[in-house]
C-alpha cells in the first residue's frame, strides 16, 4: 500500500457523459500527478498541482480538468467521453514538486466508456 | 523534446537468466533516473532510482547503470525468477524537472 488512495476503483458511463475521478495523496506530500494508461500503452502524464497550483501540464485534453483543494485531494474531471477515453487512470503523489522526487502511484481508477 | 526511448519493448529469458533493459533519454540535464515495475492490473512501484552523480547503483539481484555521455542507463536484473515477470517502466526529469516522463515499457516474461 503506497498511501496514496483513489476512487473509485471502477467507472462505468456512457458516450457523453461526464465524470470525476479522486486523488488522495499520501499524508505530507504536496504534490499530486495524475497519468493515463491505455490497453498495453505507457503511463501518459495529465497534470501536476501542487500545493493547491498547477505546476505542469503535458497531454491533456480540453475536455479533461483537474484541481487540487485546500486540504490536498485532487480531482480529475473528464467530460464530453468518448470510447477512446476508456483507460486506466492512476494518481501518484510526491513530497515536493520536482521530477527527481520520488512518485507513489495509487491502485488506478479504470474507467470504461460505452 | 521530451523523449525517452526504451528497448526492448518485450523481453522473454528463462528463470535464472540475466535480463537487461536499456532507456535512452534526450536531456544531458536530466539528473535522476526511477525504475518502476507494474505487476498485471497492479499500480506501478519503484524499484530502484540512480541520480546523475554516480555511474552504477545496485539492491540484490537489481542493478542500474548510467552513462551519462551517451545518455543511456540501463536496468539489469540477476537470477530471474518468475515473480520479475511485469512491465518494467523507465523515466526521467521532464524538461523543468517537474514531473516525469516514462519510456514505453518493456514486457519481461521469466519462464520457469
Known amino acids: 500500500d503506497s498511501g496514496v488512495t483513489q476512487t473509485p476503483k471502477h467507472l462505468i458511463t456512457a458516450t457523453g457523459q461526464r465524470v470525476t475521478l479522486r486523488c488522495s495523496p499520501r499524508s505530507g506530500d504536496l504534490s499530486v500527478y495524475w497519468y493515463q494508461q491505455s490497453l498495453d500503452q505507457g503511463l501518459q502524464f495529465l497534470i501536476q498541482?501542487?500545493?493547491?497550483?498547477?505546476?505542469a501540464k503535458g497531454n491533456i485534453l480540453e475536455r479533461f480538468s483537474a484541481q487540487q483543494f485546500p486540504d490536498l485531494h485532487s480531482e480529475l474531471n473528464l467530460s464530453s467521453l468518448e470510447l477512446g477515453d476508456s483507460a486506466l487512470y492512476f494518481c501518484a503523489s510526491s513530497l515536493m514538486g520536482q521530477g527527481y522526487n520520488e512518485q507513489f502511484f495509487g491502485p488506478g481508477t479504470r474507467l470504461t466508456v460505452l | 523534446g521530451e523523449n525517452v526511448e526504451q528497448h526492448p519493448s518485450t523481453l522473454s529469458v528463462q528463470e535464472g537468466d540475466s535480463a537487461v533493459i536499456k532507456c535512452t533519454y534526450s536531456d544531458s540535464a536530466s539528473n535522476y533516473f526511477p525504475w518502476y515495475k507494474q505487476e498485471l492490473g497492479k499500480r506501478p512501484q519503484l524499484i530502484i532510482d540512480?541520480?546523475?552523480?554516480?555511474g552504477e547503483k545496485k539492491d540484490q539481484r537489481i542493478a542500474v547503470t548510467l552513462n551519462k555521455t551517451a545518455k543511456h542507463f540501463s536496468l539489469h536484473i540477476t537470477e530471474t525468477q518468475p515473480e520479475d515477470s511485469a512491465v518494467y517502466f523507465c523515466a526521467e526529469p521532464g524538461r523543468g524537472f517537474q514531473k516525469l516522463v516514462f519510456g514505453t515499457g518493456t514486457r519481461l516474461l521469466v519462464s520457469p
Open positions: 540512480i541520480r546523475s552523480n554516480v
Open positions: 498541482y501542487y500545493n493547491g497550483e498547477e505546476r
